[in-house]
């Protein structure tokens, strides 16, 4: 089901709030190192001020764990996003709390306030009824434009819509169509490939593009369960001893499905798990037993541009390899080049997989490189994501609930968290490159 966008309402003089993931990476200074992120929901931005719509703007950034931590202010993001926009970002010093609502209603049109960070609230990731109505209460409309974040159900991702009109932002959109018409419209050939390090956090988008796709290759750690199902010795490569006869069983469905699945034929192994490791390439019968697959090979690297070239349609999720160490990229690359020379639509999700395409400059060439991870991952196996059910169909045009009843909102509880500084606070848990598999 269409779901209604920003463009499908009139928003002029309205106070619309635009959750939106501004979760940017920063350095130990707090200087923040990537802004895709903010960029990424600029035309939301942007149409909403031309539209003289009072733009709340609302986001988490790291794990602050529901209490108040400098650290995790929102206050370099809105300093970037005034740079970015060439006008002014006004910063609220809280979520619901005084600054919030005297800011919010106060606004003019067609300017931006920025609320402090969503998750300075507990009762934002408990998807709280009372905070989402307080949410709710400052503003009339809300568009939720935060698909890496589409996947939870939280007070500003989901609660929040059961009390104002809800819409989807342009980036949400363009997420939402871009995914789907990989999967379902997709122009065969399809070639899907799937990489990273696990099989177990892709069974289910493996088993749901298999039913689809016409080639299936499989790289990165992933592949070594294969490669060990397929009774490979693989030195002492990453794989997953649980995985095993689910990799067995994807095998014998796949040649059911009538699925051609690739998997390496040989790999860059490394003496360590270390950038700075001794590097020697192995066909897959004979990997070293003091080496550890890190990189698919060059034959392998041959292999699947070969079957990218013949796509009409590119599903790309996952490193071939550790990306994060410069010897063991030239899988990666090799696989973004030829997925961007290939003329095919292409889909490209995950933080490595869009690196490599970026690092090449060719993200021009890419149909859709998408900005979600997990929300990326859910929606291509078919999951009902949380912060897009809950948007308005296209076709609807009843309004849900008009004017939310704040009553009986405990508005004390609420404003506790923001006002208050814990330094005991924790550094939030950036992603991970460990991986839990097992080491044989
Ligand atoms: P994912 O988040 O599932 O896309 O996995 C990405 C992670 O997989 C990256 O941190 C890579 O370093 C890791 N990875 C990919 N290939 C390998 C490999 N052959 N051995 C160990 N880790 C790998």
Same mark, same amino acid.
């Given at each position: 089901m269409k779901k209604k966008t920003f463009k499908d309402i009139d928003v002029a003089g309205k106070r619309v709030f635009v959750r939106v993931d501004f979760n940017v990476p920063q350095d130990d200074s707090g /200087? @923040?190192?990537?802004d895709t992120r903010i960029r990424a929901a600029l035309p939301t931005i942007n149409y909403l001020v031309k539209q003289n719509a009072k733009v709340i703007l609302c986001s988490h950034l790291g794990r602050p764990k529901g209490v108040f931590n400098d650290k995790y202010s929102l206050a370099p993001v809105a300093e970037r996003l005034s740079e970015l926009m060439n006008m002014p970002v006004k910063m609220a /010093?809280?979520? @619901?709390?005084t600054s919030a609502k005297t800011m919010t209603s106060e606004m003019k049109e067609g300017e931006i306030v920025i609320l402090e *960070? !969503?998750?300075?609230?507990?009762e934002e990731e408990e998807n709280n009824e009372v905070f989402a109505k307080e949410l709710a209460s400052l503003a009339d409309v809300f568009v939720n434009d935060a698909f890496g974040t589409a996947h939870r159900a939280h007070a500003s991702t989901a609660g929040i819509a059961k009390h104002i009109p809800a819409v989807a932002g342009f980036l949400m959109d363009s997420e939402v169509v871009a995914l789907s018409n990989a999967v379902e *419209?997709? $122009? /065969? =050939?399809l070639v899907v490939i799937l990489g990273g390090a696990k099989v177990s956090d892709k069974i289910n988008v493996i088993l749901k593009l298999m039913s689809k796709a016409n080639t299936l290759l499989i790289g990165g750690a992933m592949a070594n369960t294969f490669l060990v199902a397929k009774g490979? *010795? @693989?030195?002492f490569s990453k794989y997953e001893e649980d995985r095993i006869e689910v990799a067995k069983e994807i095998m014998e469905e796949a040649e059911k499905l009538n699925v051609k699945l690739v998997l390496p034929v040989d790999v860059v192994g490394g #003496? $360590?798990? &270390? =950038?700075t490791a001794k590097r020697k390439n192995f066909d897959v019968e004979n990997i070293g037993s003091n080496y550890q697959a890190l990189d698919i090979g060059k034959k392998t690297r041959k292999l699947f541009a070969k079957e990218i070239k013949n796509a009409k349609t590119v599903i790309w999720n996952g490193p071939?390899?550790?990306? $994060?160490f410069k010897k063991f990229r030239k899988g990666t690359l090799a696989v973004a080049k030829a997925v961007a020379k290939s003329g095919a639509v292409s889909i490209v999700g995950g933080g490595d997989s869009v690196a490599a395409i970026q690092e090449l400059g060719f993200a021009n060439k890419v149909t859709h490189l998408s900005t979600g991870g997990g929300a990326t991952l859910k929606f291509l196996e078919g999951a009902t994501l949380p912060g897009v059910a809950m948007l308005e169909d296209k076709d609807s045009e009843k309004k849900k609930v008009k004017t939310p009843d704040?009553? #009986? !909102?405990?508005k004390k509880t609420l404003e506790k968290p923001a006002a208050k500084k814990a330094a005991s606070a924790k550094k939030p848990t950036v992603k991970? &490159? /460990?991986?839990?598999t097992t080491k044989k």
């Open positions: /200087k @923040i190192t990537d /010093k809280d979520v @619901i709390g *960070n !969503v998750r300075f609230h507990a *419209n997709a $122009e /065969k =050939p490979y *010795n @693989i030195g #003496s $360590e798990f &270390s =950038p071939m390899g550790v990306f $994060e704040f009553a #009986s !909102v405990d991970s &490159s /460990k991986t839990k």
